[in-house]
Antibody, heavy 118, light 107 residues
Framework: QVKLLQSGAALVKPGDSVKMSCKAS????????IHWVKQSHGKSLEWIGY????????NYNEKFKSKATLTVDKSSSTAYMEFSRLTSEDSAIYYC???????????WGQGVMVTVSS | DIQMTQSPSFLSASVGERVTLSCRAS??????LDWYQQKLGEAPKLLIY???NLHTGIPSRFSGSGSGTDYTLTISSLQPEDVATYFC?????????FGAGTKLELK
C-alpha cells in the first residue's frame, strides 16, 4: 500500500538549518509529485512547494522561496526538504504529500515536528 | 494568492444530525476544490476532490457541492468518528491555498 514515511522530530537552534525526509513506498516514485505543507501549532495549513521526482523540477510558494530547498533521491524513493535560517516562526509540523500533477493530495506522510529553540 | 475563507470556525452538532460546512474563495476556482479531514494528532486525509468526488474508501454520508467561489461539505448523518477539523484546499492556481478550517465537535 502507498506510504510516505517521514523522518523523526527535530529540535534545532535559531539560525540553524534542518533537513527532513519523506520516503515513498507502494507506488512508482517518479509518477507523482511530492508537496510539502506547513502546519503551525493550532493553525491552518500552508503549501510550501512541490518537487517532481521524475525531472527534479520544483515550484515554490513565494513566501518560502528563500527558506525551503526541495530535493529528491530517486534511487531510494526519498524526497527531502531543507529549511534554513530557522526562527521561532518555523516551529511547526511539516507534512509531505503526493499528487499527480493537477490532482489532489491523496496520501500524506505522518508529519515531522520541528521545534526551534535555543 | 487566492484566499479561502471557511465558516463556521467551530461547529457543535449531535450524532445523526445533518451538518454543512462552507468554504468561500476570493475568486472563481472552477470547482478545483478539495476537502480534507484532520483528526487530532493525525495527518490530513482526503475526503472529496474537485468539489463533489468522493475519494476511495470515504463513507457516502460525506458529499460536496458548489461552483464559482462558494462550496460546501455536507455530512448527512454525523457519526462520533467524524469529530475532526475540516479544511478546504483550492487547486485552481499556484500557490495552493487552504482555508483556516472548521472544528467539528459533538454536542
Amino acid at each position: 500500500q502507498v506510504k510516505l514515511l517521514q523522518s523523526g522530530a527535530a529540535l534545532v537552534k535559531p539560525g540553524d538549518s534542518v533537513k527532513m525526509s519523506c520516503k515513498a513506498s507502494g507506488y512508482t516514485f517518479t509518477d507523482y509529485i511530492i508537496h510539502w505543507v506547513k502546519q503551525s501549532h493550532g493553525k491552518s495549513l500552508e503549501w510550501i512547494g512541490y518537487i517532481n521526482p521524475y525531472s527534479g523540477g520544483t515550484n515554490y510558494n513565494e513566501k518560502f522561496k528563500s527558506k525551503a530547498t526541495l530535493t529528491v533521491d530517486k534511487s531510494s524513493s526519498t524526497a527531502y526538504m531543507e529549511f534554513s535560517r530557522l526562527t521561532s516562526e518555523d516551529s511547526a509540523i511539516y507534512y509531505c504529500a503526493r499528487s499527480r500533477y493537477y490532482s489532489p493530495f491523496d496520501y500524506w506522510g505522518q508529519g515531522v515536528m520541528v521545534t526551534v529553540s535555543s | 494568492d487566492i484566499q479561502m475563507t471557511q465558516s463556521p470556525s467551530f461547529l457543535s452538532a449531535s450524532v445523526g444530525e445533518r451538518v454543512t460546512l462552507s468554504c468561500r474563495a476570493s475568486q472563481n476556482i472552477n470547482k478545483y476544490l478539495d476537502w480534507y479531514q484532520q483528526k487530532l494528532g493525525e495527518a490530513p486525509k482526503l475526503l472529496i476532490y474537485n468539489t463533489n468526488n468522493l475519494h476511495t474508501g470515504i463513507p457516502s454520508r460525506f458529499s460536496g457541492s458548489g461552483s464559482g467561489t462558494d462550496y460546501t461539505l455536507t455530512i448527512s448523518s454525523l457519526q462520533p468518528e467524524d469529530v475532526a477539523t475540516y479544511f478546504c484546499l483550492q487547486r485552481n492556481s499556484w500557490p495552493r491555498t487552504f482555508g483556516a478550517g472548521t472544528k467539528l465537535e459533538l454536542k
